[in-house]
């Protein structure tokens, strides 16, 4: 069956930074575009950044450009969210997902997702 594992997240001092891995199974992988969102308490998922199947292109959220870092390994079938210059408004859970057809920014349109992992960035 097809999973999506996150791993990596934790507590941090802001300005300090963490990645976080997905390991994915059950589906091929190298074909699926793949993205992070996040929801932080009380609020909404939100788009993070994405990546298209062969790591080509990526896309990112305007609240993270330039601190975080979206990357795939498709011989090892994983994707990564390197996270640097970590603020307090980072922390949420983060989840990672993916999609076979290029989905965009919206959650609704990825078909799997991880089940998350909590970030917490303290001031």
């Known amino acids: 069956q097809v999973q999506l594992v996150e791993s990596g997240g934790g507590l941090v001092l802001a300005g300090g930074s963490l990645r976080l891995s997905c390991a994915a199974s059950?589906?091929?992988?190298?074909?699926?575009?793949m993205a992070w969102f996040r929801q932080g308490p009380g609020k909404e998922r939100e788009f993070v950044a994405t990546?298209?199947?062969?790591?080509?292109?990526?896309h990112y959220a305007n609240s993270v450009k330039g601190r975080f870092t979206i990357s795939r390994d498709n011989a090892k079938n994983t994707v990564y969210l390197q996270m640097n210059s970590l603020k307090p408004e980072d922390t949420a859970v983060y989840y990672c997902?993916?999609?076979?057809?290029?989905?965009?920014?919206?959650?609704?349109?990825?078909?799997?997702w991880g089940q998350g992992t909590q970030v917490t960035v303290s001031s």
């Open positions: 997902a993916g999609d076979i057809s290029p989905p965009g920014l919206l959650p609704q349109n990825y078909a799997y």
């Open positions: 059950g589906f091929t992988f190298s074909i699926y575009t």
């Open positions: 990546i298209n199947w062969s790591g080509g292109s990526t």
